[in-house]
Nanobody, 120 residues
Framework: VQLQASGGGLVQPGGSLTLACAAS????????MGWYRQAPGEQRELVAL???????RYANSVKGRFTISRDNAKNTVDLQMNSLKLEDTAAYYC???????????????WGQGTLVTVSS
């Protein structure tokens, strides 16, 4: 299973970016899917997560500014980021909990980081 993330870049404070992630490979189903981020010198933290039942969870720091959306048919998840702040600068990692067969276990997968830099 591979997670391919895209959409990072440089943006001014108050601007917007959309991150996209596509899962491919031997996928039976995907349970949780979402985004974490890691700033320099900091631990990786949850940004937003969506479960297979459609429920979502956001970090308090991004509530009201970021929106996660998922396409189960395409195995993709997007993160719309609005009103970006300097403190949103980080490497953003796509994350998924995937079952590769009907009887197999759920396993965690990570995409490569995509860098988001918020700077004036």
């Amino acid at each position: 299973v591979q997670l391919q993330a895209s959409g990072g870049g440089l943006v001014q404070p108050g601007g917007s970016l959309t991150l996209a992630c596509a899962a491919s490979g031997s996928i039976f189903n995907i349970n949780d899917m979402g985004w974490y981020r890691q700033a320099p010198g900091e631990q990786r933290e949850l940004v937003a997560l969506t479960s297979s039942d459609g429920s979502t969870r956001y970090a308090n720091s991004v509530k009201g500014r970021f929106t996660i959306s998922r396409d189960n048919a395409k195995n993709t998840v997007d993160l719309q980021m609005n009103s970006l702040k300097l403190e949103d600068t980080a490497a953003y990692y796509c994350y998924a909990v995937v079952r590769t067969s009907a009887w197999g276990p759920n396993s965690r997968y990570w995409g490569q980081g995509t860098l988001v830099t918020v700077s004036s």
